[in-house]
């Protein structure tokens, strides 16, 4: 027997469900994990003297309060490594947070995000006509990469031409938010490569728009910063960093962890099919039952007490949404993937998969409005939907989802 393998058997079952909460090679099915951290108590000692926050009443109550801040999280996640990233929002408070999210969040309102539903079902529909025509696909590169890039590259401006560019440049940047720890050298060389890449390509474009202005929101940003909203180069580059990353690589996401629910479980298909209104809220249902966000770190900016534990200023915990959102004490039948489980007239407690509070997903109307138009698309299409290999996970952990999804389609 190898020394590695004894070192394993002798940690505890809630040590070694830390350590597999967040382990690359168990994205594929966090969720035995939780469930033992879960049991172990609503706060679990986790890495680096951070607390696991593993039950959902807890992670709310964090989420939502103003006392919890969300700025040390380059810090905490990426230590004295230089991260490059130039600040985003994402990391920032009140009133640099204020400032920032004001100048973005009227393009992501639920109006002016219902203005572009004829725009994705434009899209979908010629995505999943190349898919039925295919019929065997990888699912995330015919349908759940290219819809909510397309969307987020159209809002912002970036020409067609550039959409792949664009998706190299943010999916090494995706892996790149997970904790340095985690991250081989090579992932670390191409997280700094790709930030460069980024930064060369968003510049030329912001300078193009400065010279000559459009109708988008990299002009809007531009001009809001001409009319002297104070917006310095490094902020306007974050804030399209946050935009392109958190806009894309959580909806594709999304997407594919919809389809596989659907296809694991064709009863819920069926159903789906008999009551497309439920694509509404089946949406929310997918959010819920695996979410595209695992985990976001808090830190104390006072003494805390909740259920029981007081933490110290400076102390930090990751609250992990993928837990959150099937513990049982808030959801009944918790594991169970149930389409009508937000419909209405039912009160279900909400899912954390959006985040909550000051730093709620700004982009959550859009990236619902993406998700109800595939599930339309799919229920009026599609009639049976086949797995054609166990699908693989990447190994990210703050944004977890599979890296194909093989699939067969036939139409209706
Ligand atoms: C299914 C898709 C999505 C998921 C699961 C998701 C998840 C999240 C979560 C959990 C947070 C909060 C993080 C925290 O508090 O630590 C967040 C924030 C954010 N998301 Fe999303 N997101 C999605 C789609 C989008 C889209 C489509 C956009 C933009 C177009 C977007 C833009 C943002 C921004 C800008 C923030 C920062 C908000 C702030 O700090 O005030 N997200 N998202």
Redesign the pocket.
Known sequence: MSSDHSAVEELTPVQLAVIESVAPHMRHNPYAAYATLRAAGPFVPGPHDMHLVTRHHEAQTIMQDPRWS?AEEPQLLHGDSEVELPGS??WMEPPD?TRL?GLVSKA?TARTVSGMRERAEQLVDGLMAKMLADRDVDLLDALAYPL?LAM?CDLLGVPAESHDHVREISTAIARGLDPDLLLSPDELAARTAAVHAFLDFFGELVEQRRRSPREDLITALVQADDAGARLTANELLGTLL??VV??HE??VN?IGNGVLALIRDPDEFERLRAYPELCEPAVDEV?RYD???HL?TRTAHAEITLSGHTFAPGDAVIVL?GSANRDPLAFPDADRFDIARYARGRKSQRHL???LG??Y????P??RLEMQVVLRALTERVGSMTLLDEPPYRPNVVVRGMSHLHVRLDGR
Do not use: D, K, N, Q
């Not at 997903?361 to 959550?364: E, I």
């Open positions: 969300h929002f994402l947070h999210r992501f909510p987020i946050i935009l958190a806009g959580t909806t999304l959010l979410a595209p966000v976001t949404f998969s959006f985040g000051l730093h997903c700004l982009g959550a859009l990236a």
